[in-house]
């Protein structure tokens, strides 16, 4: 994805999604903002000259919060009648206050289906012909309308926000943001060529506010004899025949083009030429799988213990560098907002299953080790690269697949061509960081000996010699290339998995062998996503993660957890969980009601 402004100067790609001002200004009194321990490391880290010249800045912090929600509620009581009779609230987005529609399930999508629905709706009331067009930009919908209707459906727009918080921008005013709920503001644009209609929408928690990137362009096109011919370019035909054929498609033929779980009853109306399926459509369905492990878990430490032959009680005193920081639920999250054209999610497990997780939920089922693996007898497993070389066996699974850990992460609205090809190929993701040269050798780490295996396959088998790691993504498989190594590297391939342990003759596949193999056989490309990978364990990290939660301008990213005490481990713990409850207040549809 490329953030780039688009035509109305927004930032697309990204998701279009801020922290408000309320989650941004988390300051307060020195001693509110810093717990005890906090306050007595920077004492005796600091002099008494610096402390008082942070609790300066935290002063007046807190009083240009206290000037913000004062004019907040100036804002409020200005627009008061407006607020209550659409069950708003205030918010501020890029810098001014602004009336936004609270949602439970906030995404992209949702806010793209309710701006689209608003100007359909509106239009159609009115006896208004419009027709959807499709283009090449989709973070936003367009409805095309002739010229010659432009006066009657401002009109319209313009008294249905009378009672309803929308907002107006265009091209031609330099993407200025205008209040529609302010007759004055739609004559500006009586002779634009495009408007862009849309409500500001944030979750119930006021972290989150999705704007103008996902409204709805209202195009005016020129009528020419018996033609329309659009006022800018679209995917798929610059003029259509006045008197052509309407059909009525779903809503998410539009918002959410790529497919969605979550289909709703809203129709729009479209000209066939609008169907049509291009050469770079993927039509083809997409599925998810995640492996997990409770690693705190007593039974299953007891297991591990019985099969490595190490002390149950020295396993338990060092259960931090295996517990759960929540990372499943909140990479769920990530995948139900920004892929809502994921068929079904797939979780591979040892019989376990997180508390919070609802099963009878669509779209997503569990999956025991013993349902995939080709001889049971080598269960129980601990090693991830042994179950990772299984999951091509889940029954049902798609031929087109994405392989999530935990730890991983969307941190922007993706589409099915960030990690495929419309004519099936993969996309692979190399990262700088390199695989040592040589062989294994006792002083690696088993994550470096399986890259060197797969190394020495792939010189086998073409010749050339991988030195690069793959980042930490989701990676984009298929089963057909899976079956194809699990068959033609048949001996490394089940020495993997019978190793109950992570050992030195593994191979890596989903993670690493599987692109390079896909890749010299011609079904794999690379890629190229906006990415960041975190050591929870960094002493940057929480700084840097301050920068994530503020830019969210990432496509991916990864928080690996490299802590292996129990004092480190409380304070990566905190880390995680606040930051990824602010990156991901709305909960999927896969958690349990509270």
Known sequence: MVNQPDAFGVQVGHGGIRPSAEASSLVSLYRKVLPVQGRRAIARRFSPEQRRRVKQRIGAASSALQAVQVRSSAFAATHHALIAESGATVVTAEGRLRIALPEPRLSPETARRANLATVTQALSGAGIDYFCVRRQDRSATTVAVSRADRPAALRVLSEHCGSYPGYLTSPENGGRVLAGFRPASWGRFSQADVVRV??????????????????????????????????????????????????????????????????????????????????????????????????????????????????????????????????????????????????????????????????????????????????????????????????????GLSEHFLYFNDDVFLGSEAAPGDFFLANGLTRFFPSPALVPLGPPSADDVPVAAAGKNNRSLIQQRFGTTPVEKMRHMPHALTRSVLDEIEEEFAEQHATTASRRFRSSDDIAIPSSLYHYHAFHTRRAVPGDLRYVYRDVAHPHTPSQLDRLLRDRDKDVFCLNDTTSDEADFARSDRLIRTFLKAYFPVASRFERTP
């Open 198 to 395: 849309f409500a500001y929408r944030t979750d119930p928690t006021r972290q989150l506010v999705l704007g103008p990137e996902h409204g709805c362009d209202l195009e005016f096109w020129a009528a020419d004899g018996d033609r329309l011919t659009a006022p800018r370019r679209n995917s798929i035909a610059e003029t259509v025949a006045v008197a052509g054929k309407t059909v009525e498609v779903p809503a998410e033929t539009f918002t959410a083009p790529y497919g969605s779980r979550d289909r709703g009853l809203l129709t729009v109306r479209t000209r066939e030429e609008f169907t049509t399926v291009l050469p770079r459509d993927i039509s083809f369905p997409i599925d998810a799988v995640y492996t997990w492990v409770d690693g705190s878990d007593p039974a299953w430490l007891e297991r591990r213990s019985r099969f490595s032959g190490t002390s149950y009680h020295a396993e338990a005193a060092n259960a931090a560098r295996y517990a759960d920081h929540d990372e499943l639920r909140y990479s769920l999250r990530s995948l139900d907002m920004y892929a809502p054209w994921i068929r079904t999610i797939y979780l591979v497990t040892d019989d376990q299953t997180p508390a919070w997780l609802d099963t009878s939920a669509p779209g997503i089922q569990v999956v025991s080790h013993r349902d995939i693996f080709s001889d049971p007898s080598v269960l129980p497993t601990f090693n991830s690269h042994a179950i990772e070389s299984q999951l091509h066996h889940i029954d």
